[in-house]
């Protein structure tokens, strides 16, 4: 039997990893030191292009019956709102916010997991790696102090934003430490005037007030400290901030979860080291401002587990794996720059500028096309490639998306099946011949192109590869070629 891949790290990343290197039939183990997984709500927010993903999963049903879809996001300074930002216009089949606490993410993530025969081993922590050229010896510490040595294939650390994998590397986790904290509350709201299934954001001079619903009735609140130093916040100090920068009138009870924390912008540079991987929050951390933390990671685990699974299925040639460092850490410097902007304009303490800010953000969302751009970058449907190693062609002259973007087509989503490219072209005698030259890396059927006159190749995560025009068929062959493992290349 082939070596396993070893997944260090259950939370959503790890999880999301596992599934879907089992769902493409790849040997794979997913170990936990924690006994079980949180029960703490974290993470809530799911976005269309993480739905979009986990739909071609064959697992976003369970989600959205499980969640609250939230259709908009609602800033407001006291009573005034300033801007009310509608997700109806995301460019996607899901145009709304999930909300769904993390607990249940990695319970449903977990289940999927199941689904392909694999349960995460907890109580076992990797405790030492030795990265060869043929594979990872791994040491795991299991449950009473047993053993183990395990020879994996690979290995993937998605272990958290305080990762071992990443400091065994020695890899710097470059960036700043926030001076300001934060408090955060899971509890009951009473007298919120704003749409039960809306998050909320109220600005104060003193600082902000954040409500983003959970369950009916039921709401995260986060709120910054400004130069109070960090620390566990009790009931009646969630209600005093409430009611100071809050609409008023509202009254907090039932809490079950209270916390503070600091806000850290951090990225490693590389997000591979030989056979050794980084995901989620072991590459990358920054502020929850945009709730993109989750998402990110969980698109990295998607990026990789395709790339991962041709190349153990000796489909593809192991230099498609460099491409994975280069987009992922890509996403990352945009996302973190801007969570970084948006924290930034939330904690404005200077009252001109905060009156300058709260102008500028009414009049400008004012104009729908400001709604409609902010609904779709938070959403993660612009999340591109453009800088690929990948990419071939331009679509320029015809009417679609660029090598690098999104386009959604047809996927595969079988179990044991191959992860497959997908020719979205006019069905013709070339299209067929095309998919017989590559059968096991393309999907057997053509998908609808978006222009008649074009060719697009998209990749088994929804991003265009290479666009030719008709006729072109060189530009497809050629960029199959690269990707095809040496003794596949036609
Ligand atoms: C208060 C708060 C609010 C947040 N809100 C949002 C939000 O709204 N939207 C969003 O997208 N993100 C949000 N985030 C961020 C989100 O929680 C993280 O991005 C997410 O949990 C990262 O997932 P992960 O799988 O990379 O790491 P983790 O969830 O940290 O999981 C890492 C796992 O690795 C295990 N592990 C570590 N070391 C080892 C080892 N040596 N051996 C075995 N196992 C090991 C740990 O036990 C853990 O289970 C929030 C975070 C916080 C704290």
């Not at 945009?290 to 990295?300: E, F, L, R, Y």
């Not at 999104?406 to 005698?429: E, M, T, W």
């Amino acid at each position: 039997m082939s070596k396993p891949v070893l997944v260090v790290g259950a939370g959503p990343v790890g999880l999301t990893m596992a599934a879907e290197l089992a769902r493409y039939g790849i040997p794979v183990r997913v170990i936990d030191r924690l006994p079980t997984r949180t029960t703490q709500s974290r993470a809530l927010a799911v976005w269309p292009r993480t739905l979009e993903l986990l739909e071609a999963a064959g697992c976003a049903d369970a989600f959205i019956a499980a969640g609250l879809r939230a259709n908009a996001v609602s800033i407001h300074a006291g009573n005034r709102t300033l801007a009310r930002i509608p997700f109806g216009t995301i460019v996607s089949s899901f145009n709304y916010l999930l909300m769904i606490p993390q607990s249940e993410t990695e319970r449903l993530l977990a289940d999927h997991l199941r689904t392909f025969g694999h349960l995460v081993e907890r109580e076992t922590e990797l405790t030492d790696f030795v990265n060869g050229d043929n594979g990872v010896s791994c040491t795991l510490l299991h449950a009473g102090g047993r053993i183990e040595t395990l020879d994996a294939a690979w290995l993937i650390g998605c272990d958290g934003a305080h990762s071992f994998v990443r400091r065994k590397l020695g890899l710097a986790f470059e960036g700043d430490t926030l001076s300001t904290g934060f408090v955060i509350a899971d509890v009951h709201v009473a007298g919120l005037a704003i749409p039960p299934d809306e998050p909320a954001i109220f600005w104060h001079p003193d600082g902000a007030v954040m409500f983003f619903p959970i369950s009916r009735g039921r709401y995260r609140i986060i709120a910054d400290l400004g130069s109070v130093p960090l620390h566990m916040p009790d009931l009646g100090e969630m209600q005093r901030l409430v009611e100071l920068r809050g609409p008023g009138g509202l009254i907090l009870s039932d809490p079950v979860w209270l916390s503070d924390f600091g806000v850290n912008e951090r990225k490693v540079r590389d997000y591979r080291t030989g056979r050794v991987f980084l995901a989620g929050d072991a590459a990358h951390i920054h502020s929850p401002a945009g709730g993109q933390g989750m998402n990110m990671g969980m698109q990295d685990a998607f990026n990789l587990a395709w790339k991962l699974a041709l190349v153990e299925r000796q489909e593809a040639s192991p230099s498609l794996l460099d491409s994975y460092s280069v987009e992922r850490s890509a996403v990352a410097r945009q996302i973190l720059s801007d969570s970084s902007r948006m924290t930034r304009i939330v904690l404005l303490k200077h009252h001109l500028a905060q009156r300058v800010r709260n102008f500028l953000v009414k009049q400008a969302f004012r104009l729908p096309v400001m709604r409609r751009a902010a609904a779709n970058r938070l959403s993660g449907i612009l999340i591109d490639y453009p800088d690929s190693p990948l990419n071939v062609g331009s679509a320029r002259g015809l009417r679609g998306p660029q090598p690098g973007q999104r386009l959604i087509a047809r996927q595969s989503s079988g179990q044991g099946d191959l992860p497959r490219f997908i020719l979205v072209a006019r069905g013709s005698a070339e299209a067929r011949a095309m998919i017989a030259r590559h059968t096991s890396l393309l999907m057997h059927e053509v998908s609808k192109p978006p222009d008649e006159n074009g060719i697009w190749l998209v990749r088994p995560d929804g991003y265009v590869v290479a666009v030719a025009k008709r006729g072109n068929w060189t530009v497809i062959n050629q960029t199959l070629n690269k990707i095809a493992a040496q003794h596949q290349r036609k």
